[in-house]
């Protein structure tokens, strides 16, 4: 499906304030998004529940853009989504097989990826009678994008696919193709961090990351930190109770990473603390476990998350591309 460019950047634009863009690079995008060379963008869907996709529809409001052929970015040539691309079955891979073959594309991969059983448990698509497993369409579109960009927890560190006891052998994108990504981490991750992500790579503007992959400029603060109910313990912490910090009763914000207080959901309108639902660690390497839900004063462990293997601290290091930056690493700075 084809949505214009003039779309893409009226959304752009509403967002701009939440996105971080200035002025100057708004001209800068304007002028990639005029280019026919520009990166197409293929977003594929593995092991997950789709919540990535529906929480970045969730960005339609009453004013333009307002449906979700407006707010996708197909304006970019976004040339493959399994949901939302008006092509299916062999029509819609060889539209696929045909950006592999140009390469300098950008991959988003949504959902994780299952490994047990030779990868059999998740089958992609079949081409020309053949069944490509999730595993093998990784690795392959991975192994020839000019960036690889994981979009919620589940692609980024396995999340809640791969949860115990996990007999499909989730994992996240970079524990199996061995390549750095970029992590928009979250179950699911806020519509405007997908934008963020996305346009700063068309920008060419280099992403510096934390030491799990993720933007420092999206997860650079703990969650607690910028809460507005922090160290507010006038009154009884729990559900229906509004204005009173959870961290007595297990809230994760404060070794959460992630900007949610600022941005918060559904266009603004609240957010899980906001609801009176503590945080849940969302957007932590290791969610869920059993101390994503726990709190050393209650007698649980509630330390720094453990190192994770999923995405290595590297910078990525794939060929120069047209429009596409480096990725560099930096160290989480826990407020």
Same mark, same amino acid.
């Given at each position: 499906?084809?949505?214009?460019?003039?779309?893409?950047?009226?959304?752009?634009?509403?967002?701009?304030?939440?996105?971080?863009?200035?002025?100057?690079?708004?001209?800068?995008?304007?002028?990639?998004l005029?280019?026919p060379?520009?990166?197409?963008?293929?977003?594929?869907?593995?092991?997950?529940?789709?919540?990535? #996709?529906?929480?970045?529809?969730?960005?339609?409001?009453?004013?333009?853009?307002?449906?979700?052929?407006?707010?996708?970015?197909?304006?970019?040539?976004?040339?493959?989504?399994?949901?939302?691309m008006?092509?299916?079955?062999?029509?819609?891979?060889?539209?696929?097989?045909?950006?592999?073959?140009?390469?300098?594309?950008?991959?988003?991969?949504?959902?994780?990826?299952?490994?047990?059983?030779?990868?059999?448990t998740?089958?992609?698509?079949?081409?020309?009678?053949?069944?490509?497993?999730?595993?093998?369409?990784?690795?392959?579109?991975?192994?020839?994008?000019?960036?690889?960009?994981?979009i919620?927890?589940?692609?980024?560190?396995?999340?809640?696919?791969?949860?115990?006891?996990?007999?499909?052998?989730?994992?996240?994108?970079?524990?199996?193709?061995?390549?750095?990504?970029?992590?928009?981490?979250?179950?699911?991750?806020?519509?405007?961090?997908?934008?963020?992500?996305?346009?700063?790579?068309?920008?060419?503007?280099?992403?510096?990351?934390?030491s799990?992959g993720?933007?420092?400029?999206?997860?650079?603060?703990?969650?607690?930190?910028?809460?507005?109910?922090?160290?507010?313990?006038?009154?009884?912490?729990?559900?229906g109770?509004?204005?009173?910090?959870?961290?007595?009763?297990?809230c994760?914000?404060?070794?959460?990473?992630?900007?949610?207080?600022?941005?918060?959901?559904?266009?603004?309108?609240?957010?899980?603390i906001?609801?009176? #639902?503590?945080?849940?660690?969302?957007?932590?390497?290791?969610?869920?476990?059993?101390?994503?839900?726990?709190?050393?004063?209650?007698?649980?462990?509630?330390?720094?998350?453990p190192?994770?293997?999923?995405?290595?601290?590297? #910078?990525?290091? #794939?060929?120069?591309?047209?429009?596409?930056?480096?990725?560099?690493?930096?160290?989480?700075?826990?407020?």
């Amino acid at each position: 499906m084809e949505i214009s460019r003039r779309d893409f950047l009226k959304l752009v634009g509403v967002s701009a304030a939440a996105l971080g863009l200035t002025m100057a690079e708004l001209g800068d995008l304007e002028k990639v998004l005029a280019n026919p060379a520009a990166p197409t963008v293929l977003w594929l869907q593995g092991s997950g529940c789709t919540g990535c #996709s529906v929480s970045f529809l969730n960005r339609i409001s009453t004013t333009a853009p307002k449906t979700a052929g407006d707010v996708l970015l197909t304006s970019v040539n976004l040339a493959y989504h399994p949901n939302l691309m008006s092509a299916s079955g062999q029509q819609a891979v060889s539209a696929l097989q045909a950006v592999y073959n140009a390469g300098n594309y950008i991959l988003l991969i949504e959902g994780g990826v299952p490994t047990a059983f030779a990868g059999n448990t998740c089958i992609a698509w079949t081409y020309n009678g053949v069944d490509v497993t999730f595993q093998d369409a990784v690795k392959s579109l991975a192994a020839r994008a000019a960036k690889v960009v994981c979009i919620g927890t589940c692609a980024s560190f396995g999340g809640m696919s791969a949860a115990p006891p996990n007999p499909t052998g989730v994992k996240g994108v970079s524990a199996v193709t061995g390549k750095a990504t970029v992590n928009i981490a979250g179950c699911p991750p806020h519509p405007d961090w997908i934008t963020w992500a996305i346009v700063q790579l068309l920008l060419g503007n280099t992403i510096a990351v934390d030491s799990n992959g993720r933007p420092t400029t999206i997860y650079g603060r703990t969650v607690h930190s910028m809460c507005p109910r922090r160290d507010s313990d006038d009154g009884t912490p729990g559900p229906g109770h509004d204005g009173v910090c959870m961290e007595e009763i297990g809230c994760r914000g404060p070794q959460t990473y992630g900007n949610c207080p600022s941005v918060k959901f559904n266009n603004g309108a609240s957010w899980c603390i906001d609801s009176n #639902s503590p945080c849940e660690g969302c957007t932590s390497p290791t969610f869920p476990s059993a101390s994503a839900f726990g709190n050393a004063r209650i007698g649980t462990s509630a330390g720094t998350a453990p190192a994770t293997s999923s995405t290595p601290t590297s #910078s990525v290091t #794939s060929a120069p591309t047209t429009n596409v930056p480096s990725v560099s690493t930096t160290r989480e700075n826990d407020d």
